[in-house]
């Protein structure tokens, strides 16, 4: 019986997760995509790429995490039966998405300029770099309403649409990218501005694909969350659960930008095209325990809502050992094959070398991301999302002493903020798996008193 239970939580968890990763993949390669038609107009639009990836990642943030808090609390309503409550989470999370979206173009430009020139870029990779982000904030409402949607579909156990319209996104991408970096007909040629373009184009498309799987879907109306009132325990509900998971992947953004900035004094410009390419390949391999992730918000939510502690210990224990065993698996790959996969993006020689150390060194720390994201993706689905936030500063703050005294006082240079990447993850895990147990421990004791 208990190991028919075991399998019962494994091919829950591969169910919600396997059409999230294949989602998470192709949304990966939609970025893979993007760093490679950089590379054909040169190594600085590439540069330029990595240098508004902090700033995108910020925005990204935002979106990313109120769909995650949306996601957590539809769910518990679910595990509660509480349809009501559902449609008010719905209803208020829409108007919360319509707020944002008007707030965001308004404030971000000059935040993003700033970023760039303290960064010390090169004029022409500031140059391309601006021009994309500038056109990914105009259509910023496109990347949090699908967001939205799909923190209802995951709250449901639903991954097939967000999968179907990655792919979809991916393919038109491809297509898209060319024709508005070149220009085709009348249309001139845009260069890192018509990778942006290519980008709100498709998330446009896809607003309005999801807006038909969420009223298709079991619990998603929208007939009957528009007659839900906007009110304020709804807000705050979603704010208190969404801003810290928004903070948490926002400060990735900062950390970004604090490697950005180490890379560029210990490496120039060469090795800051190199670390951008590497990224993307980390994403990759990383790509599988996203779609876990995923599965360990809903699941663990649904169980949350109810009441059955016992059985969140098990998705968690069971999803980790899932995710850590599809990272091995990856290792084997990545690691040997490494020069080659940054080849791919920029033939330069120096580039390579810069790409392949990064890569090399970092597999070390792949584990760890995998232990981290799902520990915190439990905790998100029992309500405790706050320290998502505490770890994620610790994560990405520690950098900026660490980084220094690897490379200047220990004379390490760029290897120091590759290492020093190793080291705060691993510190990381110790910290969030003794949190994680602690506070597991206390919410059962609350619900046995």
Do not use: C
Not at 366 to 379: A, G, Q
């Amino acid at each position: 019986m208990k190991k028919s239970y075991h399998l019962a939580t494994y091919k829950k968890i591969r169910i919600i997760a396997l059409p999230a990763m294949i989602g998470f993949l192709f949304n990966t390669l939609f970025n893979v995509v993007d760093n490679f038609f950089a590379g054909q107009i040169g190594t600085d639009a590439i540069s330029g790429m990595t240098l508004a990836f902090p700033v995108f990642m910020l925005l990204l943030s935002l979106a990313s995490g109120m769909g995650n808090g949306l996601n957590a609390l539809a769910a518990i309503a679910i595990g509660e039966k509480d349809s009501l409550k559902f449609h008010k989470l719905f209803k208020n999370s829409l108007f919360i998405a319509l707020i944002f979206s008007v707030i965001i173009p308004f404030i971000a430009p000059n935040l993003a300029e700033w970023v760039f020139n303290l960064q010390g870029a090169s004029d022409q990779a500031i140059h391309y770099g601006l021009r994309y982000i500038s056109i990914v904030m105009i259509g910023f409402f496109f990347f949090i309403l699908n967001f939205t949607f799909n923190g209802i579909l995951y709250a449901q156990g639903d991954t097939k649409p967000f999968r179907n319209f990655l792919i979809v996104a991916s393919i038109l991408n491809v297509i898209l990218n060319p024709l508005l970096i070149h220009g085709f007909l009348f249309i001139p040629g845009l260069d890192t501005m018509g990778i942006a373009l290519a980008t709100i184009i498709v998330q446009a498309l896809g607003s309005i694909y999801l807006y038909y799987e969420v009223n298709q879907s079991s619990w998603g109306s929208f007939s009957k969350s528009f007659k839900e009132r906007i009110e304020i325990p709804s807000i705050k509900a979603l704010l208190h659960q969404g801003i810290p998971s928004s903070l948490n992947i926002a400060t990735i953004a900062l950390g970004i930008f604090v490697i950005n900035y180490y890379v560029q004094l210990y490496g120039g410009n060469t090795t800051l095209a190199a670390y951008g390419i590497a990224i993307r390949i980390e994403q990759l391999a990383l790509v599988p325990t996203l779609g876990i992730n995923v599965a360990v918000v809903t699941l663990v939510g649904q169980s949350f809502g109810a009441k059955n502690i016992n059985k969140i210990f098990k998705i968690w224990m069971r999803a980790t050992i899932f995710g850590l065993s599809i990272m091995i698996a990856g290792l084997i790959i990545v690691f040997p094959f490494a020069p080659y996969f940054i080849s791919f993006f920029d033939q330069n020689p120096d580039v390579i070398e810069s790409g392949t150390r990064y890569l090399r060194i970092e597999a070390i720390a792949f584990l760890s991301y995998v232990i981290l994201n799902i520990s915190i993706s439990m905790l998100q689905g029992i309500k405790k999302p706050m320290f998502a936030l505490w770890i994620g500063i610790y994560r990405q703050l520690l950098p900026i002493v660490l980084f220094y005294f690897l490379g200047t006082t220990l004379s390490m240079g760029i290897d120091g903020v590759w290492w020093g990447i190793v080291i705060i993850n691993w510190t990381a895990v110790i910290i969030t798996l003794f949190y994680s147990m602690v506070t597991l421990s206390n919410v059962r004791n609350e619900y046995n008193s």
